[in-house]
């Protein structure tokens, strides 16, 4: 099992950043995979950034390309998206998400609790 307890998420004004956090705990060593997704109102959740859990090969939506990055600090298991230049239509409840597997390589996903981001115009 693992864990995930979101952070960070508020009210900013259109041009302002913000960063999210996402720490992860239990079986981390598992982990393989990292991600953020976004959901707005009425809408089922959409892809942000994806990468290894190394932080290398990372994938990114073309709305966000540019603007936002996805890290993560090792020594802490915290997986991290630092969203610039945010803009009105980035408004949207975020969660973040792990892939792990099992010792017979099945993959199991999980997700954090979410975190209001608001941007105002």
């Known amino acids: 099992q693992v864990q995930l307890v979101e952070s960070g998420g508020g009210l900013v004004q259109a041009g302002e950043s913000l960063r999210l956090s996402c720490a992860a705990s239990g079986r981390t060593f598992s982990i393989y995979a990292m991600g953020w997704y976004r959901q707005f109102p009425g809408k089922s959740r959409e892809f942000v950034a994806t990468a290894t859990w190394s932080g290398g090969s990372t994938n990114y939506a073309d709305s966000v390309k540019g603007r936002f990055t996805i890290s993560r600090d090792n020594a802490q298991n915290t997986v991290y998206l630092q969203m610039n230049s945010l803009k009105p239509e980035d408004t949207a409840v975020y969660y973040c998400?792990?892939?792990?597997?099992?010792?017979?390589?099945?993959?199991?996903?999980?997700w954090g609790q979410g975190t209001q981001v608001t941007v105002s115009s």
């Open positions: 998400t792990v892939r792990s597997h099992d010792s017979r390589l099945r993959d199991y996903d999980y």
